[in-house]
């Protein structure tokens, strides 16, 4: 991963992976991401487009997006440059990484994952190559993360404290809490 952030400030977010649609979006956007030359014709703020480029070098980018609803928009205005983002599904984190940057664009989010019913997945955050595994959330995780999720969600403020008390960054805790660097059959079990 990227550098996360490792002061008080570090927030923590937390998108669903919903329904067969999102499944299969996931897989394509954040799994396997998304060939920048598909996204950057979308874009036409330049600065954007030179931090796309600079943020995915090797011309590959990974992207989730949630409509403009309900609390969203607030959340998505709380997330910045360098927050950890992890996907989440069936009591389970499947993703963990570093945003990059963040962008509200409608058209690039009927490209690339088509409109739902609530509206495109406008509010889009960009992030490195994601860690990709099931976790399970288990009992001795929860003074770090809550077993369910609803929504996109910011997690609490209480929660990141103690992340970065017990590992003393975010990446430790994705790369040791997450037990993203063991091998799968190492990882919690329930």
Not at 11 to 36: C, D, M, Q, S, W
Not at 82 to 100: E, F, H, K, P, Q
Request: proline residues 6%.
């Amino acid at each position: 991963m990227n550098a996360f952030r490792d002061d008080a400030m570090a927030n923590v977010f937390i998108y669903p992976i919903e329904g067969e649609a999102a499944k299969a979006h996931y897989r394509t956007a954040v799994e396997t991401g998304v060939e920048l030359e598909t996204v950057l014709p979308w874009i036409r703020d330049e600065v954007q487009i030179a931090d796309l480029r600079r943020c995915y070098p090797d011309g590959r980018c990974y992207a989730w997006g949630v409509p403009d609803q309900g609390d969203n928009r607030s959340t998505w205005n709380a997330m910045s440059e360098n927050d950890l983002v992890l996907g989440y599904r069936n009591r389970s984190i499947v993703s963990a990484a570093t945003v990059l940057m963040k962008i509200d664009h409608p058209s690039l989010a009927i490209a690339l994952w088509g409109n739902q019913t609530e509206g495109p997945p406008r509010l889009m955050s960009f992030f490195d190559k994601p860690h990709v595994g099931e976790v399970p959330i288990v009992e001795q995780m929860l003074g770090y993360l809550d077993q369910e999720f609803s929504g996109f969600t910011r997690l609490n403020p209480e929660k990141c404290e103690n992340i970065l008390h017990a590992f003393g960054s975010l990446e430790i805790f994705v790369r040791l809490g997450l037990r993203y660097d063991f091998p799968f059959n190492f990882r919690h079990s329930e």
